[in-house]
């Protein structure tokens, strides 16, 4: 087996050398204009980047003229790899036009417009290294999802950088997806191998590794890397300069931070910062876990809230395994009518403490960077409405930060898209252009204001986080006009998954959701509603899919990454657990990853989809 390694590498090497040039010879270069640049445009330069009058002039007109809010300035004479780091991030293709892709671009240069600067509150104009540019970039397009490019500007000479530097780039843009910044060394390890296997194809791996940036950047690619022609050995040698320039970052960090601490101030300004907010939450969760988690309950129920049946039986009985707060918690179901429901629910305490740092807060980088991935995939339940309706208002409601419209707007570019919810973040959908017109509170709160607007109202797993699902579908059956449609998606609770995986199910969510609702059940009360379903399908779980899920539930479990509201603190020993546990599962993971994927193309049953989406149209 190990005898075709080598092979496999070659065969993955110039596979991907293709896509990664295709990439590249997609970008476009700037023509030079004459034309002064326009007075809305600003320049958001790195320290150590050449941007010329002249190039202000054309990235201002080309941005002008494609109408564009934020373009990315690509200078021809970046490095090798840096070149390469791009047509990883950047599927030129799709970037423009895919509203849910993270900001990415060779964080040289930006050109963006004044209103989005404004409205994203950023008043810095220049002293940026490139790592804060990764974040203004990646904040950036959410502020311009539809109207952010990247492009080669002629005569934009890169920042000087080392391999130091590099590293730091990628920490930074890979941070919630650290496998990318480990992949490119997978080719290395697995040459490696191969010449002790199959000496001739592992000697034919090692040069096509060394030669292939010639393949992606030489040629017809409107990039020329200035050190396109020392690159083998800049690849033989990458080890040891990465070595050397991080003594040299390590040793100019340190009388930095000598300087800071001589003149009174904290060493890393922004390390300093987050230390003093994850201290002040932990000192939150302990005052709140000390005051007794007693309150965070209400009264158990004896009937189920959906039929009144008193004949129950507990279906699951489950810690917190996505955020691992303290407490335990049970989920009953009903033998007459399959729902199943958290018993006792949470108090309003109860929901705060539980919700809080879910999808704001310290955990709002990596919540929004799920969100995107779950919204991307919701686009085609924004398409399943075409064949009964052309919406021109459309109402989400539980939209959070409005991830959904954003994407749905690839759909529907002409919809009004608002959205109602009671998270604190919807103001900040309503200031990034996500949503034009938010709604604060819950539908039953503000149907009367709503009542008749909309074409289309969306509910995508919000039925289950509210504690009276009835009320719900009584307001969206008050607010929808006659032959108005509701878009329902709900977990499938009647999937095997969920009796197979048990509480590492991530259908489950507890104690997030409080209502599981069979698919049955909702057709009924819509019904019963003047809602007649015109369309039923079900689907593979939306995100990781259950497999991969699952997988990291358990590691976390066995090796939870330290959060404030845990008892352990951030140390070596938790990080080297977990970073363990990580290389055990990880050839399980890529297994559970493909059978994820085949699930969300071919399964389309009620017994392995992890969801149901149901289309009902309020009758005249």
Known sequence: ????????????????????????????????????????????????????????????????????????????????????????????????????????????????????????????????????LVDLTEWLKTFASGSTDLAVLPGLRAAREDAAVRVRVQQRAYRFTRRNQLFPFVPQLATAIGVHVNRPWGLAATALFWFQPFFVCAGRVPLSPRDLIRSPIVRILSGVLFVIDSVRAGRAQAARAAEAKAAGLPADPVKHAKKQRTAASRASYGRDVRAGLARFLRRARADCPWCGSAELATRLDSPDMFLRKPGRFRLDGCRRCGHVFLNPALSPAGREFYDRDRYDGLRAGIAEQALAVIARDRRGQAAAVRPFTVPRTWLDVGSRYGHFPNAAREVWPATVFDGVDTFPGLDEGLRRGWLDHAHHGRLPDVVDAVAGRYDVISMFGYLERTDDPSAELDAVAKALPPGGHVLCELANVECHQARLLGRFWAGWAVPERAHLIPVDNLLAALEDRGLRPVLVRFAASRGLGDLTAALLIAVAAIAPRPMPWLRQAAGPAHLAAWAAMMAVVSPLLITARILDRLARRYVHGAGFAGTYLVIARKEV
């Open 1 to 132: 087996m190990l005898d075709w390694l080598p092979v496999l590498v070659c065969v993955g090497l110039l596979i991907n050398g293709v896509r990664l040039r295709g990439r590249l010879r997609r970008l476009e270069t700037l023509p030079a204009s004459g034309r002064p640049v326009d007075p809305s445009h600003e320049f958001l330069v790195a320290d150590g980047v050449r941007l010329t009058d002249s190039g202000r002039r054309a990235a201002s007109y080309h941005a002008s003229r494609d109408k564009l809010d934020v373009l990315d300035l690509v200078p021809a004479d970046l490095t090798v790899e840096r070149a390469l780091d791009l047509a990883r991030m950047v599927d030129t293709r799709t970037y423009r036009t895919d509203r849910c892709v993270p900001g990415r671009g060779a964080f040289q240069a930006l050109l963006v417009r004044s209103e989005i600067l404004d409205r994203a509150g950023i008043t810095r104009r220049e002293g940026f290294d490139q790592v804060e």
